[in-house]
């Protein structure tokens, strides 16, 4: 960790926020999963269920590789702007099919992309 105008700026981003993302991925795949072959749901066997039910399988993709692997920093990037886009993307979308359950997952995966980008730097006071 280095310090940079008394703030601390850490070296390595949390691997928790990350493996929270994948848990939320999951959990949002399983959900979605089984609205899009439920039969007479609202929204079983429609075209935006199964484009978020690919999206989430790509986010737990994505998450479980930042969280449980090393990769280069370009990429560790690329995977965190893909990682947002698709979180509001797939919030939006829920909010359209009107799976609550679905969007308490991408609030959850906002929630650990902002601990993965927080890093978990510890408080420094300012005396």
Avoid: K
């Amino acid at each position: 960790m280095r310090l940079s105008n008394s703030i601390a700026i850490p070296d390595r981003p949390s691997l928790n926020g990350a493996r929270l993302i994948a848990i939320a991925a999951a959990v949002g795949f399983v959900i979605c999963l089984v609205d899009y072959f439920t039969p007479h749901g609202a929204i079983a066997h429609q075209w935006g269920t199964l484009l978020v039910l690919v999206s989430t399988a790509l986010m737990l993709w994505a998450s479980s590789w930042i969280g449980f692997g090393t990769m280069p920093r370009r990429l560790l990037t690329l995977f965190r702007v893909l990682i947002i886009l698709d979180i509001l993307g797939t919030a939006v979308c829920a909010y359209f099919l009107e799976s609550t359950t679905l969007l308490v997952c991408m609030v959850v995966a906002l929630i650990g992309w902002i601990w993965h980008l927080a890093g978990g730097a510890p408080r420094i006071s300012a005396s």
